[in-house]
């Protein structure tokens, strides 16, 4: 049992006993984010702005919470393709409940129930499809979720038929987007909870602890007795949950259900928890990966925008700065050890 | 006899039998699903509805060759379909350059742009072999960032806006063209297919393919020198996409960089695991990945038939794919292990 727990304590990212060099490598990605927004504030003053950086600190509370949930599954070797169609049919699910309740002439509760039901019925069941395709039947998690993505993007357009569904009421948007607690615009606000939350989960819970460890090695955790199968698809509910939660949030910022609201999301999400320093191998990131991850990501397409750099350019950039990223972090990995 | 039995399947008797079942029950299937749509819609198997199969099929098919072998050596090319795209509009722009420098000469104007085309999956092949087998970055994260900084040239090349002045008989002479019945298409494919099979059984790359999958740490106490056999699977499989983004410009008659993308790349990895190779590595064979190729165009061509809507299609394909996973997956583990 202490083996495993040793094991476990392993990833844990900061020890204590680490050298000065070994901290500065792993603060190479902060370090990067500074200099690259400097850098972009050289070009252009208006990047520093505070009203900039509100809008940065917005814009990545969306990819962070995508991030996340993508880490979660990443943790246990797995992967969520279908994460952005999630987000689609959530989106379309949601406001078609909306749209449908308020026609029936419900109450303003009963109207954003129904909608947040709907939206978390309808991700809670994606994640029960991949977490049972993937953990009872055996099936790799690419290929399960690639299914469920064609699935789930099939479901998206034909509810939706391929049409924005509007109907979504004023106070749904109120609340998710633009509403605020204590000054903090909700989005912001809701990211910085689900962080806070799943990091407790992540990192001081039995079930958190058996993610890093079926991930790091599966074997040893199916040998220690834990239930692999069930967490799995505790997992995957969990990531398409969190799916769900950031398209409610994104269908309150554009005040429709869109069928193609997930596009390019399920690669974004990967790529900004991979450029954080999640392990695509298993057992290694967590909340502050994610959020890091996503925070250099959105900085960089924030700053290539205000200066104007051309939006194919910006492709180019992003692939090269993924492979960068999941480089350096694998060089950093080998000078730990 | 015996083997040679287990030299065909290097995972050994186990899989031999899995891939045995498979070979079964795709064509059945493939038979079953031409025999029924025969039987309903006569138009299904008109001249015109055949050779639009064929062709659909022969792109698909060459595509997911080059991805089989990937996925066969324990990786994943997730940059082919923007391979598709950037070989297209290069083709066509060189053409376009080359006709404008040397009007008239047309043998140099096309082999000019066939060979910018192919020289940019050999390009893309190379970055995405030396990142995974020398600076040993997963080819999931490689290969999906090549794919954005692909997708971003070919746009950036173009604006997004078609590439024209390709030589009328690269379009009419090559592109449409038909020779036995065939279109173009199905005579480059076939002749890929039959010389990746061959190369697959017959060739020391082929082998080392398969071990490498299998079992790393055995090829490499074996002495097989695995980062140049990576990087060759990974310029294959970019070479054959470019192959197909040069077929699809002279089919058209333009150069677009909207060709190829996100869902060529998709299916091009649904055609390889439902054709039975396994993400394991280590196991999977070219002829089945092309019959599985031919088998979901065909079943995409049967549904627009059936008139079934569009935006519901995807989902079929997801539950295939995912049946057919759980299938092999559930035949595997019922036997005992070796």
């Not at chain 1, 991700?123 to 690639?146: D, E, K, R, Y």
Request: aromatic share 6%; charged share 10%; hydrophobic share 55%.
């Amino acid at each position: 049992m202490s083996d495993l727990e040793l094991t476990v304590a392993a990833n844990d990212t900061d020890r204590p006993k680490l050298t000065l060099g070994h901290r500065l490598w792993s603060a190479v990605l902060p370090i990067a984010l500074a200099v690259l927004l400097l850098g972009f504030a050289a070009v252009d003053r208006g990047v520093l702005s505070p009203a900039n950086l509100l809008n940065i600190a917005q814009q990545t509370s969306y990819l962070a919470l995508f991030a996340m949930a993508q880490t979660v599954v990443i943790l246990t070797r797995g992967f969520d393709l279908a994460l952005g169609p999630t987000v689609s049919m959530v989106s379309v699910g949601s406001a078609l409940a909306m749209a449908g309740a308020t026609a029936s002439g419900h109450g303003a509760v009963a109207v954003l129930l129904a909608g947040l039901g709907a939206g978390f019925a309808l991700g809670i069941a994606c994640g029960l499809f991949n977490g049972v395709v993937v953990a009872l039947l055996g099936v790799n998690p690419f290929v399960a979720t690639l299914g469920s993505y064609n699935i789930a993007i099939g479901i998206a357009t034909t509810l939706s038929s391929g049409r924005p569904v509007q109907g979504v009421p004023a106070p749904f948007s109120q609340i998710f987007y633009s509403g605020s607690i204590f000054g903090v615009p909700a989005a912001i606000a809701i990211t910085f909870a689900v962080g806070v939350g799943l990091h407790l989960l992540l990192a001081r819970t039995v079930f958190g602890r058996s993610l890093y460890l079926i991930g790091t090695n599966p074997r040893a955790a199916a040998v220690a007795g834990l239930p692999v199968k069930r967490i799995l698809v505790a997992t995957y509910v969990l990531c398409s949950g969190l799916a769900a939660l950031g398209a409610i949030m994104m269908t309150a910022r554009t005040g429709s259900g869109e069928p193609n609201l997930g596009g390019a999301l399920s690669l974004q999400a990967i790529a900004g928890a991979v450029v954080g320093g999640t392990s695509l191998a298993g057992g290694r990131g967590g909340v502050g990966t994610a959020v890091l991850g996503a925070l250099f990501i959105t900085i960089l397409s924030n700053g290539m925008n205000l200066t104007r750099i051309d939006g194919y350019v910006q492709m180019v950039v992003l692939g090269a700065i993924v492979i960068i990223g999941v480089l350096l972090d694998r060089l950093r990995q080998e000078r730990r050890q | 006899m015996n083997t040679a039995l287990v030299a065909a399947a290097p995972r050994g008797l186990v899989s031999l039998r899995s891939i045995a079942g498979r070979i079964g029950l795709l064509p059945a299937l493939l038979v079953l699903l031409v025999a029924g749509m025969s039987a309903v819609d006569a138009q299904f198997y008109g001249i015109i509805n055949v050779l639009n199969i064929l062709r659909n099929a022969s792109l698909l098919a060459i595509v997911a060759c080059g991805q089989a072998l990937v996925i066969i050596a324990g990786g994943f090319d997730l940059s082919v379909g923007a391979v598709v795209a950037l070989a297209s509009v290069v083709t066509a722009k060189t053409m376009a350059a080359t006709a404008a420098a040397f009007p008239g000469s047309n043998v140099l104007i096309i082999a000019s742009g066939v060979a910018a085309g192919l020289g940019c999956g050999v390009a893309v092949g190379l970055v995405n072999g030396f990142c995974v087998a020398r600076l040993r970055v997963s080819g999931f994260v490689v290969t999906l960032g090549t794919m954005s900084a692909t997708a971003g040239v070919g746009l950036m090349i173009t604006n997004g806006i078609p590439v024209y002045g390709m030589p009328e008989i690269f379009v009419k002479g090559f592109g449409r063209a038909q020779a036995f019945g065939l279109p173009t298409a199905a005579h480059v494919a076939l002749i890929v297919i039959l010389v990746m099979v061959f190369a697959q059984r017959r060739t020391l790359f082929g082998r080392y393919v398969y071990a490498i999958g299998g079992n790393v740490d055995a090829a490499v106490v074996s002495g097989v020198t695995i980062q140049r056999h990576i990087v060759g699977t990974y310029v294959v499989s970019s070479v054959l996409a470019a192959l197909t983004g040069i077929l699809l410009t002279a089919q058209v008659g333009s150069g677009q960089a909207s060709f190829g993308g996100d869902r060529m790349m998709l299916q091009s990895i649904a055609a390889a695991v439902i054709g039975g190779v396994s993400l394991r590595g280590g196991v999977g064979r070219i002829e089945i990945v092309a019959i599985s190729a031919l088998f979901l165009t065909i079943l995409g061509n049967a549904l627009n038939l059936l008139h079934v809507d569009s935006r519901l299609q995807p989902v079929f394909l997801g539950v295939i794919m995912v049946a057919a996973v759980a299938l092999d997956e559930l035949s595997r583990r019922s036997k005992p292990r070796v």
